[in-house]
């Protein structure tokens, strides 16, 4: 791939302008859906948890589909005024428990700096390298082997990064910081209405499984996106933006339902290179253009990435634990 010819920028463009009747049609077939389902959960509860279920499934599926209107806006690609970007973003970062300006800060620093070994840390699945790992002390490696084990990555972990971890300021600026505390005072007074009017064993049942359920699928589409058999990696100083995009981030070649629930994230390869563009445009752009059509992973092989544990430098490409049984000495 030629990275220093490719005059991708026009091509990106043409795809970057948000549609403002697409953009409302999807917040109408996602948002109000998402808010439905819940109050059915709810409701359903004082009959029967069994009843409430499956709306709590149906609710967390909308979540996923809220979360990617919330993550274009954060993008600045879902409306072409900045303003709408941020107040679409604070309300739908409230219903997806995620403070606006503060992810979309991290956010940002993940895109400038997927790939790259030498800026990792901000806003992804952190990976160690072999020689990181040999390196660290016991307790940092049993630490991370729990980190990286699929029940703490994709469930508790879910639940702690959703629920705790983005309750907590961190070291921002003034609006971040502000957005998480206004964001937490927003949850707060929902959760005491919702629990005067339906009780609290309902709101903190149908919370924290709406919240489970969708924040784990969550996690898993962005754990695949970034830990996938060939994925590109290099250091700072021969890192590659264009690279890091299409060869760096997954085709995640999905069936036609999930993608649609997934907001087409699929095509985060084209994401990647092109963050303004709306994810309703992402399909068209691919299939428009043969430099897009990369390896696809898909939803059979992806159960594969669960092996990838470490980055490998010496052989440049991710393994497993059992790596390890060449340093008998470790």
């Not at 059915?40 to 709306?55: D, E, H, N, Q, T």
């Amino acid at each position: 791939m030629n990275t220093e010819k490719t005059n991708w920028q026009p091509i990106i463009s043409k795809y970057a302008r948000p549609s403002l009747s697409r953009s409302l049609l999807q917040v109408a077939d996602s948002v109000l859906p998402f808010l439905a389902f819940f109050y059915l959960a709810l409701r359903s509860f004082s009959v029967s948890i069994w009843l409430a279920l499956p709306f709590c499934v149906l609710a967390a599926a909308f979540m996923v589909r809220t979360f990617i209107i919330f993550h274009d806006c954060g993008h600045g690609s879902f409306f072409e005024s900045q303003n709408a970007n941020d107040l679409l973003g604070f309300i739908t970062g409230v219903l997806t428990f995620t403070p606006y300006y503060s992810w979309r800060h991290d956010h940002a620093v993940h895109h400038a700096t997927s790939g790259d070994l030498d800026r990792r840390g901000v806003g992804d699945v952190y990976t160690m390298t072999v020689d990181e790992y040999l390196a660290s002390p016991w307790w940092k490696r049993v630490g991370y082997r729990i980190m990286r084990n699929p029940v703490a990555m994709f469930i508790l972990g879910s639940l702690i990064v959703f629920v705790v971890s983005q309750r907590i300021p961190h070291g921002n600026g003034r609006r971040e910081q502000a957005s998480v505390w206004w964001t937490n005072l927003s949850l707060a007074g929902i959760a005491v209405l919702l629990s005067l009017t339906f009780g609290w064993q309902a709101y903190v049942f149908v919370q924290l499984l709406v919240i489970l359920i969708g924040a784990s699928v969550g996690i898993w589409l962005f754990y695949v996106q970034h830990n996938f058999e060939g994925v590109y990696w290099e250091r700072h100083e021969q890192w590659n933006y264009f690279k890091a995009s299409l060869l760096g981030s997954s085709f995640y070649k999905l069936p036609a339902v999930l993608n649609w629930f997934s907001g087409n994230i699929g095509y985060h390869h084209i994401h990647h290179l092109g963050a303004k563009i709306p994810n309703y445009n992402l399909a068209r752009a691919y299939k428009e253009n043969p430099m897009f059509h990369v390896t696809p992973l898909t939803l059979s092989s992806s159960f594969r990435c669960l092996r990838w544990r470490l980055y490998d430098e010496a052989s440049r490409r991710l393994v497993g634990w059992d790596v390890l049984k060449n340093y008998p000495a470790q």
